[in-house]
């Protein structure tokens, strides 16, 4: 409700709704009245979407920083609970996609938890657990040098076929604090063909136009990149950030979908039961069609090209 404009009528009707609930529970016996007062919720929750309604593909993420504020051998510990929390929640809900970047965070669990990467092995097979981004780890872009970068991509695909069979063709950077003008053409030359980041949205000088746009390198070569409007790689799926990457996409006259990574990020986690079930009740509700699942590749119509070289410093 919090999230919807003042003068929506959507949002006077929940509420309305929760006004109804609230009378009817009574706060001496919850137990006895729970059930009438969701009875009250339930008409404004099975609302759907609007037709035009802006769509998200609610992708499960942990964006796990290789070298932060713990020691190594911390990050690999996280690395194992946070994939074993997913592998869980796959066993529970068989729409839930995770994706998850980083040749050398995957190569630390073959070599310290064996049974735990032959499990992922599996979900990989399906298409559930998803390596992406295709590097060594999420580097820097102005720092390393061409050849530094170049060896990101052949080191990082050369692990990821070797081990799973697949072939990322993005480049994942939703943390990373620069983007080199040449990497449009070290993409392409690795064989990717998207580019994905929101680093861009954590600026206090200027905001970048697009979200959804061709990316035009120093050599004239061309990738389709993605920017989330929900300017996070850790979102909760929470009213407020479905509600802010609708408001904030750039690119409406273009396209209709954005791509929401979830899921505790940073230090690891990633998604939760609770989230996973925000998702379900958001799925076609609240004018967000969150968590339907969407070509997150789809290309808007006539994508703006843009040329970008970007530093972020502290
Ligand atoms: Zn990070």
Partial sequence: MTALPVEDARRHDILHALQRMIDAVDPRDVAGTAAAGRAELAEVLASSATASAHRVAAVGHAHIDSAWLWPLRETVRK???????????????????????????????????????????????????????????????????????????????????????????????????????AMPQLLAAAGSRWFL???????????????????????????????????SYSSDLSAADLARAERQYADKRHA?????????GDGGGGPTREMIAQARSMQSRLRGEAAEVEDVHSHPAEPRIWRLSYTQAF
């Fill in 256 to 264: 209709v979908s954005s791509l929401v990574p979830f899921g505790w």
């Fill in 79 to 181: 690395c194992a609970r946070t994939f074993s929390n997913v592998l869980q929640l796959m066993d529970e809900d068989p729409d839930f996609v995770f994706a998850c970047s980083s040749a050398q965070q995957f190569a630390c669990i073959q070599r310290d938890y064996p049974e735990l990467f032959e499990r992922i092995r599996a979900r990989v097979r399906e298409g559930r657990f998803v390596p992406v981004g295709g590097m060594w780890v999420e580097s820097d872009t102005n720092m390393p040098g061409g050849e530094a970068m170049a060896r990101q991509f052949v080191a990082g695909k050369r692990f990821f076929l070797d081990r799973f069979g697949v072939e990322p063709r993005e480049v994942w950077l939703p943390d990373s604090f620069g983007y080199s003008a």
């Fill in 197 to 231: 980041t929101q680093k861009i949205s954590w600026n206090e000088t200027n905001r970048m136009p697009p979200h959804s746009f061709l990316w035009e390198g120093i050599d004239g070569t061309r990738v389709f990149t993605h920017f989330p409007p929900v300017d």
